[in-house]
C-alpha cells in the first residue's frame, strides 16, 4: 500500500499513545525548529522488517516518525503477521510510504523487498522490537557529509526487556582494514550507510538470517576501506533483548564463520579453512559462498589472506590465556607471519617462545617472562 510522502510536524496528528505510555517515543517528539540548523535535508530512508511483533512494534514506528525529520520515507514490510501488527501498522499507514503483509522468505527477504522502495541517500533498517533515540536523524545529519562518508555509526544501548539494566556498546576500528574485517562487528541498528552503495553490494543475502548485515559490513570493508566511516560517540539506537530476540540464537556463530571459511576457500587457503573448522567446532553451510569477487583487484586476494591469518592469530591469543594448549598448537601452526601487521608478528613470535616453553613444562619461566613485561610496562 503505498501513499505519497507527507511530511508531518504537529504530533497531534499522530494518534495518541496507548494508555499509561510515557516518554520517549510515546512523547517528547522532535519539533520542527530543532532542525532550523541544518544546512541540508538529505533523504533518510528507513525500513522496518516485522513478523509477529505487535507488542514492541508500535513503541518502533514512533521512535521513527516523531523524529519529525522534514525528509523521510517511512516503509514496513510485514511476513505476514497474525497478532495485531496489521492493525497497527494501519494506525500510522498515512504517515508511511509503504507497507505490505504478505509471507515472505525471512527477514534478508523483506529488506530487500523494502529496498526496491527506498529512494533516499541515507539508508537503515530498524527492526521491530528496536528503536531509535530521540536525537537520531538530528545527529545523523549534523554528521553526514556525502563527500567523504559513506557510512556512520553511533552506539547503541543493549537492554534487557523487563530489567533495569543495560549496556552501552560502541564501535571501534581497528588500525588496519584486515584486523577490521575479521575482528569487528558491525553495530546494524545504529549504522547508516549510503542508500546507492548497499544496493551496489547487492542488498542482503537471503540465504542468511542472522549476519547479514555483518556480509554486507565486510564486503564494504572490502571494496571502500575503512576511511569514509564516520562513528559517533553517541547513542542513536536501543537494542531490545528478550526470550524471543534472534541474538539469543546460536546460529549466529555458525553463520559467522562461515563467512570466513568462504573467504579462504575462495582465496585457496583451504588449510586455513580446515583449521577454521577445528577451532570453532562450526556446521559448514555447502550452499553458502560469499558473493564477492576478489579477483576483480589485484590487491583483494592478500587482503583476504591478511584477514584469516589475522582471524586466526586472535584465536590463538585466545587459547594461550585460555590455557588451551592443544588450540593453541593448532593455531599457531596455521598462521603465517607474513601476513600479519609489525605488532601482531611480534606477539606471534612471544606466542611461540612460550608455547615450546609449555611443552617442556617449562611454565615457571613464562611466568618470570610475564612477571618481567608487567614490570617494564610501568
Known sequence: MENELII???????????EGKKG????????????ESLKSFPKISIITPSYNQGQYLEETIRSVLLQNYPN??????????????????KKYEKWIKYWVSEKDKGQ?????????????EIFNWINSDDYYDRDCFKRLVENFDPSVTDIIAGDYRFFYEGEDRYKTVKLKLRDTIAESIALVHVHQPSTFIKLDLIKELGGLNTKLHFIMDQEMWIKYLFKYGQNRIRILNEELAYFRFHLGSKTSNNDFLDEHINIYYSIALKNGMTGHAEALKKIYGFKVEENYDLDFNFDQKDEYPELAAKVINSLIFAEARKAYTAGDREMLKLCLSTVESKYLNRSQRKINNKLKIKALLLRLNLDKVIKIINKTNSMLKK
Open 72 to 89: 523521510l520515507e517511512y516503509i514496513i514490510i510485514d511476513g505476514g503477521s497474525t497478532d495485531n501488527s496489521v492493525e497497527i501498522i
Open 24 to 35: 520517549w517515543p510515546w512523547e517528547s517528539e522532535r519539533s520542527e525548529s530543532d532542525y
Open 8 to 18: 508531518n510536524k504537529v504530533s497531534s496528528k499522530y494518534p495518541e499513545p496507548p
Open 108 to 120: 534478508s527477504d523483506a529488506i530487500n523487498k523494502g529496498l526496491k522502495e527506498c529512494s533516499g
